[in-house]
């Protein structure tokens, strides 16, 4: 997979995650809302399945997101990183 690729993986992991998890706060302070305007109704198990499916949709944006985080190849060195030194022994 190219950059762009990773990195589109990466923003839609973290879109996921943010609504999936706003959404999931929201119904547990506002039992009497519809979750996701009445779109997981027939999902079993009541408010509690809703949010157990919830969870689990923004634990899997979020797992993508951050594989797709850390599979992109930096183009500059990390802050602290002493590039001119990698591979030579003590100095």
Known sequence: MR???YV???AAGLVITA?????MIRGLLD???EVLWGILDRVPGGL???LILLG???LVGMVAGGWAHTR???NTGRAGDS???RGRGKL
Not at 19 to 23: E, R, V
């Open 8 to 10: 589109a993986l990466e």
């Open 56 to 58: 689990c949709i923004a």
């Open 19 to 23: 609504l999936a998890a706003q959404t």
């Open 3 to 5: 950059k762009g690729g």
């Open 31 to 33: 039992r009497d809302s």
């Open 83 to 85: 590039a001119g030194s």
């Open 48 to 50: 509690t399945g809703r």
């Open 72 to 74: 992109q190849r930096p």
